[in-house]
């Protein structure tokens, strides 16, 4: 009898604990949606100005990675659909020397997209600044409005920032590169999510 007590008081209190993870859990999540909205994906025009590109790291030895490419020709793809003017590629020197935004010009222009027809912003370090200095430079290139592009696991932060910057953008995701592997697409889902909610609390977002 006294050992089946203490069974149902250990059942009570792990119950109670999953309860209360739950409900942590629960809350967490309706307070980063409510944070980081759905990403503007409806297309308002037929045309837009630019693709603006999201910067992401190129290999170490300068070419440009898998995730980069798939980046790349999916900016490449809307221009030779006639659906953004030109290409405005972002991204500094990050994880290794090597300029993103240069090495993203230089394939699109191994693409055939010639090279006048290309922007690059070469300063920023993350996507936050991404948005934040090509604002500006779209201004200066009298670029009004752009499609954003980057990976799907990267469409939601990409977003809150190019609204957070006054963009008047869409958010367009690129496929993933062939060797990406389900469980690193997801990986990447939940660390980037994870990211930007850690950021929200420090003040970053």
């Given at each position: ?22 409900v942590f859990c629960l809350f967490h999540i309706l307070v980063f949606r409510t944070v980081f909205g759905q990403p503007q994906k409806r297309w308002k025009r ?38 953004v003017g030109r290409l405005f590629f972002t991204g500094g020197c990050v994880k290794n020397p090597h300029i993103e935004s240069e090495v993203m010009k230089e ?99």
């Open positions: 009898m006294r050992k089946r007590r203490r069974k149902m008081k250990k059942s009570f209190w792990s119950g109670i604990a999953m309860g209360g993870l739950s037929q045309k837009y100005d630019c693709a603006l590109v999201c910067g992401c790291p190129a290999n170490l030895n300068g070419s440009p990675s898998a995730t980069m490419k798939s980046r790349v020709e999916k900016a490449v793809a809307l221009w030779r659909e006639g659906k394939y699109a222009m191994a693409l055939g997209v010639p090279k006048e027809q290309i922007v690059t912003e070469g300063q920023s370090v993350s996507t936050y600044h991404n948005m934040m200095h090509s604002k500006q430079i779209m201004e200066d290139n009298g670029l009004n409005n752009c499609v954003v592009v980057t990976n799907k696991w990267h469409l939601r932060k990409a977003g809150h920032y190019a609204e957070k910057f006054g963009l008047d953008h869409v958010m367009c995701g690129a496929g993933e590169p062939q060797n990406a592997s389900l469980m690193k697409t997801l990986w990447r889902y939940l660390s980037i999510n994870l990211h930007m909610y850690v950021n929200f609390y420090r003040g970053l977002s």
